[in-house]
T-cell receptor, first 113, second 116 residues
Framework: RKEVEQDPGPFNVPEGATVAFNCTYSNSASQSFFWYRQDCRKEPKLLMS???SGNEDGRFTAQLNRASQYISLLIRDSKLSDSATYLCVVNWRYGGSQGNLIFGKGTKLSVKP | DTGVSQDPRHKITKRGQNVTFRCDPISEHNRLYWYRQTLGQGPEFLTYFQNEAQLEKSRLLSDRFSAERPKGSFSTLEIQRTEQGDSAMYLCASSPHWNSGANVLTFGAGSRLTVL
């Protein structure tokens, strides 16, 4: 099983649609989870952290299921400007290591008019 | 500019040459990371520092790669005897040491390497 796995897409959706991405991770000791956004030919930027209780930021909702080791991102009322690659990121802890951040390959979203 | 700076932005080199990239993190950030990204892939972890200490190094990092952060400020990533497979975007990121922010990375714009 890959460390952090995502459906690469692309997801092609019309404006206003609701779209959901899932991500699975293999290290059960992981403690921190994030979604980053990467625009074409740009660096990744933090979209939101993912908390155990779930969290929302405007049109974006993130959920964490520790038992099943997956993370989700829901985008409501999608905008053209949401077109980007969404990267799932997991803090990777093992032994006494403080851990580093492991990125998934990303899910590409394209929002069409 | 208080962001993460990387230099050079682009480097074209011939196979077998050595290249060095520099990263200047956000000044108050203790942690500095190097990642490599190829087209269609997510950033792949290479190594990270806390202050001047190199705390982790990916198993994927061959002996031709070395990174330093001698004074706990800027960092360099050197690739010796470059191969065509080294062609990628090399991303640097930094984060604060304090607990809730330690995992929030701010990336630089990257250094794109092309090995001919």
């Amino acid at each position: 099983r890959k460390e952090v796995e995502q459906d690469p897409g692309p997801f092609n959706v019309p404006e206003g649609a609701t779209v959901a991405f899932n991500c699975t991770y293999s290290n059960s000791a992981s403690q921190s989870f994030f979604w980053y956004r990467q625009d074409c030919r740009k660096e990744p930027k933090l979209l939101m952290s993912v908390y155990s209780s779930g969290n929302e930021d405007g049109r974006f909702t993130a959920q964490l299921n520790r038992a099943s080791q997956y993370i989700s991102l829901l985008i409501r009322d999608s905008k053209l400007s949401d077109s980007a690659t969404y990267l799932c990121v997991v803090n990777w802890r093992y032994g006494g290591s403080q851990g580093n951040l492991i990125f998934g390959k990303g899910t590409k979203l394209s929002v069409k008019p | 500019d208080t962001g993460v700076s990387q230099d050079p932005r682009h480097k074209i080199t011939k196979r077998g040459q050595n290249v060095t990239f520099r990263c200047d993190p956000i000044s108050e950030h203790n942690r500095l990371y190097w990642y490599r990204q190829t087209l269609g892939q997510g950033p792949e972890f290479l190594t990270y520092f806390q202050n001047e200490a190199q705390l982790e190094k990916s198993r994927l990092l061959s002996d031709r790669f070395s990174a330093e952060r001698p004074k706990g400020s800027f960092s360099t990533l050197e690739i010796q005897r470059t191969e065509q497979g080294d062609s990628a975007m090399y991303l640097c990121a930094s984060s604060p040491h304090w607990n809730s922010g330690a995992n929030v990375l701010t990336f630089g714009a990257g250094s794109r390497l092309t090995v001919l």
